[in-house]
């Protein structure tokens, strides 16, 4: 199956700081990256639909400021959190599909978390 | 090594039932989820299963056995709206998703 590579897998950084993450489609192009945030033992929660080569579409309550979403080629969409604070402590995981496919194959996940 | 067994495909008529099975081999287990998706949309949340034992939910169910390492979905008074994959997702002792493949289920009239 298709392979999507999100990276880092951890990532503990300081309140106030930003952090990227990299979601990267090793062997197929991606024209939707979707990002979602998971709280433990929870539901995966969409955070936003990416487009190849357009802005990102947020879900209701999510906001775009802060949560920054670049999906600049085929293969490579980033999510970097801005000004981060504790409560942005989370798992975020990115899927990435193409046009006309049923599947959405999925990273490994980031965990994030803020001190 | 951590690993998701589900079906690739499965065929069911419309109004019929359908259970799509999950084994699981995983380093720990924090819960088991099932997702819906359709072609070219996020997957949708169905189902989350952490105890053993069945979880109802309208026409669809989710069964857990952890002594086993297998759950399933079933689908009852299947329509055609139904038609998509079924992701089936374990989360490890370090709360990672691990995920299955995925089911495509086709419903026939």
């Known amino acids: 199956g298709a392979v999507v590579s999100q990276h880092p897998s951890r990532v503990i950084c300081k309140s106030g700081t930003s952090v990227k993450i990299e979601c990267r489609s090793l062997d197929f192009q991606a024209t939707t990256m979707f990002w979602y945030r998971q709280f433990p033992k929870q539901s995966l929660m969409l955070m936003a639909t990416?487009?190849?080569?357009?802005?990102?579409?947020?879900e209701q309550g999510v906001e775009k400021d802060k949560f920054l979403i670049n999906h600049a080629s085929l293969t490579l969409s980033t999510l970097t959190v801005t000004s981060a604070h504790p409560e942005d402590s989370s798992f975020y995981i990115c899927s990435a599909t193409w046009t006309g496919i049923t599947e959405a194959f999925f990273g490994q996940g980031t965990r994030l978390t803020v001190v | 090594g951590q690993n998701i067994d589900q079906p690739t495909e499965m065929t069911a008529t419309e109004g019929a039932i359908v259970q799509i099975n999950c084994t699981y081999q995983t380093s720990g287990f924090n819960g088991l989820f099932w997702y819906q998706q359709h072609a070219g949309e996020a997957p949708t949340f169905l189902s989350y299963n952490v105890l053993d034992g069945l979880e109802e939910k309208g026409r669809f169910s989710s069964f857990l056995s952890r002594s086993k390492g297998y759950s399933y979905l079933l689908l009852k008074e299947l329509q055609m709206k139904d038609s998509a994959s079924y992701l089936c997702?374990?989360?490890?002792?370090?709360?990672?998703?691990?995920w299955g493949a995925g089911t495509k289920l086709i419903i026939k009239p």
């Open positions: 990416s487009n190849e080569g357009s802005k990102a579409t947020y």
């Open positions: 997702a374990v989360m490890d002792s370090n709360y990672q998703l691990i």
